[in-house]
């Protein structure tokens, strides 16, 4: 093996390292964070001399591992809420980007209309009008799940739509030049040429969008549906143990997202959405 060969193995595995080491180093910089954040936290109970009542929620005793059953048993709904309203959302974000892209004034000022209405009304406020205000105005009646699955997924769609239409308007018009010369309809274009290549260049925003998902969700506990937070507020008003059940929420959701965004960038390899130009 000669100079040359040798230096483009180094260089090689630099480059497989290095993602390595980012991430370790990213990694440790969060616990370092969650650590602080932590010895704070308990600083300052200390100092208001604040006795805590972590019995409530230990699994070593009876009462404690009721507890956090009950508190776990919402997981469930909070990701069935969110993956269905982020399906939904994704669906009507791309057919309400398309008409974006039209040479016709019309269907632009449709696209605009509506991802200027729906960006601009308040998430808690579309739940409770959706919740409340359809039976009076359509009378059309739904359940807490239902009704959070379409606000959720009518307010997340306005920023689905922009996502789309940015990743789209980002693909080269050679390429559609390419799909026009090749006599493919505006249908085959989109779903075999643009779209696939658009999809990977917004499929991190897509996974951040996921994760605004997962923390909006919460929100659908003011309609009563038992998902994570309705349950920790349940729980708080029975042992009066606010603090102590708000805690093990916030490591509930931080566990779930972190998961979620592990995942997301897996996928985001997976399809080569940071692959380096050659």
């Given at each position: 093996m000669?100079?040359?060969?040798?230096a483009?193995?180094?260089?090689?595995?630099?480059?497989?390292?290095?993602p390595?080491?980012?991430?370790?180093?990213?990694?440790?910089f969060?616990?370092?964070?969650?650590?602080?954040i932590?010895?704070c936290?308990l600083?300052?109970?200390?100092r208001?001399?604040y006795?805590?009542?972590?019995?409530?929620?230990?699994?070593t005793?009876?009462?404690?591992?009721?507890n956090?059953?009950?508190?776990?048993?919402?997981?469930?709904?909070?990701?069935a809420?969110?993956?269905?309203?982020?399906?939904?959302?994704?669906?009507?974000?791309?057919?309400?980007?398309?008409?974006?892209?039209?040479?016709?004034?019309?269907?632009?000022?449709?696209?605009?209309?509506?991802v200027?209405?729906?960006?601009?009304?308040?998430?808690l406020?579309?739940?409770?009008w959706?919740?409340?205000?359809?039976p009076?105005?359509?009378?059309?009646?739904?359940?807490?799940?239902?009704?959070?699955?379409?606000?959720l997924?009518?307010?997340?769609?306005a920023?689905?739509?922009?996502i789309?239409r940015?990743?789209?308007?980002?693909?080269?018009?050679?390429?559609?030049e390419?799909?026009?010369s090749?006599?493919?309809?505006?249908?085959?274009?989109?779903?075999?040429i643009?779209?696939?290549q658009?999809?990977?260049?917004?499929?991190?925003?897509?996974?951040?969008?996921?994760?605004?998902?997962?923390?909006m969700?919460?929100?659908v506990?003011?309609i009563?549906?038992?998902?994570?937070?309705?349950?920790?507020?349940e729980l708080?008003v029975?042992?009066?143990?606010?603090?102590?059940?708000?805690?093990?929420l916030?490591?509930?959701?931080?566990?779930?997202?972190?998961?979620?965004?592990?995942?997301?960038?897996?996928?985001e390899?997976?399809?080569?959405?940071?692959?380096r130009?050659?």
């Amino acid at each position: 093996m000669d100079a040359d060969q040798v230096a483009y193995c180094k260089v090689d595995s630099a480059e497989k390292i290095e993602p390595v080491e980012a991430l370790s180093k990213k990694r440790l910089f969060l616990y370092l964070f969650l650590i602080v954040i932590l010895a704070c936290m308990l600083s300052g109970c200390s100092r208001a001399n604040y006795n805590w009542g972590w019995f409530e929620i230990l699994p070593t005793t009876e009462r404690g591992a009721n507890n956090l059953r009950f508190l776990l048993s919402g997981v469930w709904l909070t990701l069935a809420l969110s993956l269905i309203a982020i399906f939904f959302s994704v669906v009507i974000g791309l057919f309400v980007a398309l008409p974006g892209l039209s040479s016709r004034s019309g269907l632009r000022w449709f696209n605009r209309t509506y991802v200027e209405l729906f960006r601009s009304i308040p998430v808690l406020v579309l739940i409770l009008w959706v919740y409340y205000g359809l039976p009076v105005v359509l009378g059309i009646s739904m359940n807490p799940f239902m009704a959070g699955v379409v606000a959720l997924a009518i307010s997340d769609s306005a920023f689905e739509a922009e996502i789309f239409r940015a990743g789209i308007q980002s693909i080269g018009r050679n390429q559609t030049e390419a799909a026009d010369s090749l006599g493919l309809s505006y249908i085959q274009k989109m779903r075999l040429i643009i779209l696939p290549q658009a999809i990977r260049r917004i499929l991190p925003p897509l996974g951040n969008q996921f994760v605004y998902m997962l923390k909006m969700s919460s929100l659908v506990s003011i309609i009563g549906l038992q998902e994570l937070t309705r349950k920790a507020n349940e729980l708080s008003v029975t042992v009066y143990r606010p603090l102590e059940i708000y805690t093990v929420l916030v490591l509930e959701y931080l566990f779930l997202i972190l998961i979620v965004s592990w995942m997301v960038r897996r996928l985001e390899d997976r399809l080569g959405a940071y692959q380096r130009p050659a």
